[in-house]
């Protein structure tokens, strides 16, 4: 089991950055590999951006590639998502995952370890 805890959200204007950071507990987490999701209202989860267990390879949704880069520090048991350039469209409430399988896929059914979320709204 593992156990995560997303931290780091809130309100900032179109434009700014923020990071959100994702604390594990439980299994090793270097055999973990970790995505970011995100929920907008009304709308259903979306994938954001994931790495692999030993942070080597990455992968991002189209709409935050070149603005969004996920990190990991397996010494700390984190993982980050830095959010550069947002946008009003970037509001939602955020999530890590952690997949079991190593998969650092954009499909929900891979992750089998979800964090509560974290709130980012980005004002206009």
């Known amino acids: 089991q593992v156990q995560l805890v997303e931290s780091g959200g809130g309100l900032v204007q179109a434009g700014g950055s923020l990071r959100l950071s994702c604390a594990a507990s439980g299994r090793t987490f270097s055999s973990v590999a970790m995505g970011w999701f995100r929920q907008a209202p009304g709308k259903e989860r979306r994938f954001v951006g994931a790495?692999?267990?030993?942070?080597?390879?990455?992968t991002y949704a189209n709409s935050v590639r070149g603005r969004f880069t996920v990190a990991r520090d397996n010494a700390k048991n984190t993982v980050y998502l830095q959010m550069n350039s947002l946008k009003p469209e970037d509001t939602a409430v955020y999530f890590c995952a952690g997949s079991g399988r190593g998969s650092w896929s954009p499909y929900e059914n891979d992750y089998n370890y979800w964090g509560q979320g974290t709130q980012v709204t980005v004002s206009s």
């Open positions: 790495i692999s267990r030993s942070g080597a390879d990455t």
